[in-house]
Structures are given as C-alpha cells and as structure tokens.
C-alpha cells in the first residue's frame, strides 16, 4: 500500500513537470513566430507601410508679426499623424508641428521683415514623409524690432521709466543693464516680461548718481534687439529702515481695531517676514473703514509703498484681503477728533488705491500662477499727488473693503520708499 502510493505521487510529480515543459515550449514558438512574422511591429506606431502621405493642397498663408499662419487641406490617407514645417533662421534650422485634426499651423520667432522659404511636409504614423510643399512667405515685423523702436526712457525715482508698446501682444522680456563701476562695460541688472499692447517698466533700486546705461529686448526663441544705450542720474529715492517702525494705536489716534485678532500683531506688517502665518488682522466684530497708523521713526517724504498679502493659494487676493484703501500722512500726531477721524491729516494720495488681481478671476475662484507670483512679489503703489513730497512722520491707511466684502481687514507686510527730486 504504501510503495503504491509513493509510485502515485512520483507519477503525478513527472506529469506535472512535463506540463510546464510543454508550456514554456509553446510559448517559446509563439514568441519566435511573431518576432520573424512581422518586422513592422518595431515602427513606433506598430504595424505600417512604406508608402509616404500625400501632400498639403490649397495652401495659404497669413503674414503675422515675425510668423505666419498657414492655410491647407490634408491628403485624404487615414494613417496621417500631422504636418511639419521646416525652415532656416540664421543658417539654423527651425520647425513646428500641427496635429492631423488642424487645418492650420503658425511658425513664429522670425526675426526680420524679408522672404522666408518654408518646407511643407505630410507625416503618416508609420514614420513616413510626404513630398514638400514650398512656401516663400513675407512676415510681418518682428515684435522685438517693434518693441525696441518704441522704448522711451525717462529717469524716475530710483531709477527709470521705460515706456513700451507691442501691438502684437506677443511675449517678450525687456532686459536692463547697468555701467558696472570697475570694468566700465554694461552689465545685466534686471528683466521682466511682458505681454500686454502697451505699459511701462519701472525699473528701481538704483543709487542717485551718473551712470551708463542700456535696454534690450528678446523674445522666447532666442531673437534679442539692439541695446539702447544712453548716460543718466536717476533721481534720489531711499528705502525706509523697518527698524524704526512703531505701531501707533488708540488713544493716540483714532483706532478702534483690534489688529492682534487671530494670531496677527501689527508688527508682522514691517518684519521682512511674507508667509501664510505672519500677518496682522483686525477682529470679526468690526467694521470698515479700518484704520491703521505706523510712526516711520524719520521725516520723510513718502514716494512708494510696497503692499504684500498673506500668502496662502486661499488667501491670496481671496477672502479679508485688502482691496481698496487711502494713504494719509502728518508730521506731528493731530488732535484725536471722533467725529473726523482724518482731521489734520494729509491725504497722500490722488486716486483710491486698488489691489487688482492680474489672473481677473473673481474672489473664490482658484489662484493662478500669475496670482501667486503676484501676490509672493507685493503690489507696489507710487503716491500719485503733485511735488513736493509733503515731510512726515506719521503714516497712516484707511482701509475701504476687502475681496469679499467681510468686515474684517488682512494684511502680510508693508515697505516704504522715500523720494527726492
């Protein structure tokens, strides 16, 4: 019985082993069959042909500025993945794709205002390409060339005004550059993009003195201007020493927040410090206007103020945020007066203050990066009122409302230049 059962178990055991060995041999086979059945299966697409598309027929175009827009009927095959255009800029050479689904496509980034041949191609999904299709095309300016003819320099407090204008509201940084004191040559400084029609560049930071200077233009392919060079002493402009800074409250003024509510303290406003949890914050049982006045430590006349907001996807340009808001000055504390709490104070500012979003989109509504960015850099205001800058020492805000209506006012930091002309 018992050798019975082990020659069972040994016959059940070599039945079992040559069922795997049938398998992986079949398997084997199977793999060997379709790897020398079909080459094709290497393509990146899988399975093709040879045969190249047809090519693009009706074929239009529309001069843009440095570009085209390209007009065409695709080939009638059902194995096109998408069309491609070849052409030389400087002796290198560019291209750009449209889908199979387009019946247009934009080459961009050309630098001057002359014939440009660019090479139509077909591509079907097996890697093969058509005929090409030869277009000379006349592009209209380049937005670089027409944004740097109309650069206007003006010397400004801290530095200078740079007036702009691109009428194609194409995407493009406006480089800035500055004598360096040793070498005597141009030197990078700063840059900034832009995108709208119009606008102007601050440019800041820089001392009081003579120096050289020069700006340049370049787009996002690499096309960069001539540099505008030119010799000029921006005008006198100080930033404030924070370290001076106090918080004057009630009953030296008339104030009747709580700026300590939720965690916040007024001197989170002047402490270099922009973060979601460093801020100060008026409680929820009051009411705008909110006051809020600061001791600058100095006699000094106010040119700019540099507005940050607590940071956070959430808060930013969002909820007890700031929105609207008037800047005033003294420079000796006025008599309290209830009725008119104002009274004896100068208003510093022409028109009202307004913390504008730059993404548009209403409170609520999720941050972009712009918003982030926006809100990370301060909205900066220059105090608009006609010279001379009235000497004072006491700065003080009334807050108007916020982003969304709610009775209480936030804030993150505050910075301050005075100005000299």
Not at 88 to 97: D, H, R
Not at 262 to 286: C, H, K, S, Y
């Amino acid at each position: 019985m018992i050798n019975s059962h082990i020659y069972s178990k040994l016959g059940s055991g070599r039945l079992f082993v040559n069922q795997i060995i049938n398998l992986i041999l079949t398997l084997v086979v199977v793999v060997l069959f379709f790897a020398c059945s079909d080459d094709n299966l290497l393509r990146p697409f899988g399975p093709g042909d040879d045969a190249a598309p047809g090519v693009l027929t009706n074929v239009t175009y529309t001069a843009l500025a440095g570009g085209a827009k390209f007009n065409y009927v695709l080939p009638p095959d059902n194995d096109l993945s998408y069309v491609k255009a070849e052409y030389y800029v400087n002796g290198v050479k560019k291209s750009a794709i449209s889908s199979q689904y387009n019946t247009t496509l934009t080459v961009e980034g050309l630098p001057e205002k002359k014939e440009y041949n660019v090479d139509l191609y077909c591509v079907d999904k097996s890697g093969n390409v058509s005929k090409p299709t030869r277009v000379t095309i006349l592009p209209e300016e380049s937005p670089v060339k027409v944004m740097r003819e109309s650069l206007k320099c003006t010397a400004d407090f801290g530095g200078f005004r740079i007036d702009y204008e691109n009428p194609s509201k194409s995407e493009l940084s406006i480089y800035f550059l500055k004598g360096d004191t040793v070498s005597g040559k141009l030197v990078f400084y700063q840059a900034r993009v832009f995108s709208q029609a119009k606008g102007t560049y601050q440019v800041v930071g820089l001392p009081n003195l003579t120096n050289k200077f020069g700006v340049f233009v370049r787009d996002r392919f690499g096309n960069t201007s001539s540099t505008l060079e030119f010799e000029d002493k921006p005008w006198r402009e100080e930033y404030l020493d924070k370290s001076k800074f106090k918080y004057v409250g009630a009953p030296k003024v008339v104030d009747n927040d709580d700026w300590y509510s939720w965690m916040g303290r007024p001197q989170n406003l002047w402490d270099d410090i922009v973060g979601e949890w460093n801020f100060a914050q008026t409680g929820a049982d009051g009411k705008y206007p909110h006051y809020f006045c600061i001791d600058l430590g100095d006699t000094v006349p106010i040119g700019r103020i540099l507005f940050q907001q607590r940071l956070g996807n959430g808060n930013v340009f969002n909820y007890d945020c700031i929105r609207h808001f008037e800047v005033y000055g003294a420079l000796e504390l006025p008599a309290v007066n209830y009725a008119n709490p104002l009274e004896g104070w100068t208003k510093l500012n022409d028109k009202t203050f307004e913390v504008i979003r730059p993404s548009g989109r209403k409170p609520g509504e999720p941050a972009t990066t712009e918003d982030i960015e926006a809100a990370e850099k301060g909205i900066m205001f220059t105090i608009d009122t006609p010279y001379p800058r009235p000497e004072i020492r006491y700065l003080r805000f009334k807050f108007l409302d916020s982003f969304n209506q709610s009775n209480m006012a936030l804030a993150g930091e505050f910075s301050f230049w005075a100005q000299w002309k």
